[in-house]
């Protein structure tokens, strides 16, 4: 599903890792290799994609737009570097930690150089709106982080206290992502706060969904499970078990993952990790942190109804596919072109032009792949007196020439004026049926 938005943004989306590149770059030497070693770890980059889908989905992605998604991913990036240094975290995405790779000085210090670029690009925007969006954003952070200190001194806390630390810790980032980019289009009021509330409770179902992860025996993830655990960080899925359990299971289950989380070595690591994961299941945690990011689910779709459908919100939406179907069933009338059908469709259905001339030509395969499979079964091939190599090559230069013709209109649609070219065809018909 992700890949799909990020097909619709991809144009934008080029320019944004442009900002965001050239913002981490510095001529001091062992600074600019450590914003280098931050970027080629980069992660999926969910922040800066919804910052140009809220805009999308408003009024259209600005220039204002790709500075604001490149501030916001600076500040997400730098409160991970000070939040490895705080937690004492040895790895990031699978790398060392930059506190790790260097020091904890210098992991600090360039967290705050990304914090000072960061509001140098938000400073070029000009826009007070998006600066106070930024400003709560970072005071709610470190709320959160300091909140999440305090809490993990005594290990385990309220459902109540585990919620209000994910808001302020990975929801408000959700948040300000959503609302900076619909003011960054210049969306109105009331766009912006249902985009704020869509972030927040996308950010809580981002957080959970981690969270219920970590208790995963599944090793393809990307990363190990059970850190949380491991780091003396009480999640959902065990708070919501310990609330269901007995004296002596919670008197157990916290005595083993207390002695995980101080590394004692009077412990089988696997086997208390295990124990916990059993329990976790057999007081239904997992189950019961799934029921409430369902609930946050549909509150943030619930938060888009506002909004009309378009390709930002949904891609490209049930009746806009329907559209170009049923315009695409006019290009059996002869002199009509299938190709400028669809696009033509699409267009008027509000579809972006670079997505439709896509999905174009990736439905030109369907016909040609129906046709092949009718000659098959006619025996057609059979019956030819080609040679092998004929038709490899043959094969090859089609493949090679539509490749080239592809993207040469691809490249048209997206950046050509139309009008032109619909004016040409409207004079080509109106001659064919005088003269012809």
């Not at 805009?55 to 220039?63: F, K």
């Not at 170009?324 to 669809?342: K, Y």
Request: proline share 2%.
């Amino acid at each position: 599903m992700m890949k799909d938005f990020h097909s619709v943004i991809q144009t934008e989306f080029r320019q944004f890792e442009i900002e965001f590149a050239n913002a981490l770059h510095s001529d001091n030497p062992l600074l600019n290799e450590a914003l280098d070693y931050i970027h080629t770890q980069r992660g999926k980059q969910l922040r800066p994609i919804l910052v140009l889908l809220s805009a999308g989905v408003c009024r259209g992605i600005t220039d204002k737009t790709i500075k604001t998604a490149a501030s916001m991913e600076l500040m997400h990036t730098a409160s991970l570097v000070h939040d490895d240094v705080v937690d004492n975290s040895p790895t990031r995405r699978g790398h060392k930690a930059v506190h790790e790779q260097w020091s904890n000085k210098v992991a600090i210090l360039v967290g705050d150089y990304m914090l000072a670029r960061s509001i140098g690009l938000l400073s070029a925007i000009h826009s007070n709106t998006i600066l106070s969006i930024a400003s709560e954003m970072t005071a709610a952070l470190t709320s959160g982080e300091i909140l999440q200190l305090h809490t993990n001194q005594s290990m385990w806390i309220s459902e109540e206290q585990y919620l209000r630390i994910i808001e302020r810790k990975t929801a408000c980032l959700f948040s300000a992502c959503s609302e900076a980019g619909a003011a960054s289009s210049g969306a109105t009021t009331r766009q912006q706060i249902a985009l704020r509330q869509f972030g927040t409770y996308l950010g809580m179902c981002f957080q959970l969904k981690d969270d219920i992860f970590d208790f995963s025996d599944i090793e393809d993830l990307g990363k190990p499970t059970m850190n949380d655990i491991r780091d003396g960080k009480a999640t959902l899925p065990i708070i919501k078990s310990l609330q269901r359990a007995n004296k002596d299971e919670v008197a157990h289950i916290k005595e083993i993952a207390e002695a995980l989380a101080s590394k004692s070595s009077h412990i089988d690591v696997f086997e208390a990790e295990q124990e916990i994961r059993s329990f976790v299941l057999r007081y239904d945690g997992i189950r019961y942190a799934t029921q409430l990011m369902d609930k946050y689910r549909a509150k943030a779709i619930e938060a888009l109804k506002i909004f009309p459908e378009n390709v930002y919100r949904n891609g490209i939406s049930y009746w806009q596919a329907f559209a170009v179907g049923l315009g695409q069933s006019f290009a059996v009338i002869p002199g009509l072109s299938r190709s400028g059908t669809t696009i033509s469709t699409g267009l008027i259905c509000g579809v972006r032009r670079e997505v439709m001339a896509q999905f174009s030509f990736l439905m030109v395969l369907v016909p040609i792949l129906g046709e092949t499979f009718l000659e098959v079964v006619g025996g057609e091939f059979g019956a030819s007196s080609v040679g092998a190599l004929s038709l490899v090559l043959g094969f090859v230069s089609a493949f090679l020439s539509g490749l080239f013709a592809c993207n040469v209109m691809v490249a048209l649609v997206k950046k050509a004026k139309l009008s032109w070219f619909a004016l040409y065809c409207l004079i080509a018909a109106v001659c064919i049926f005088i003269f012809a």
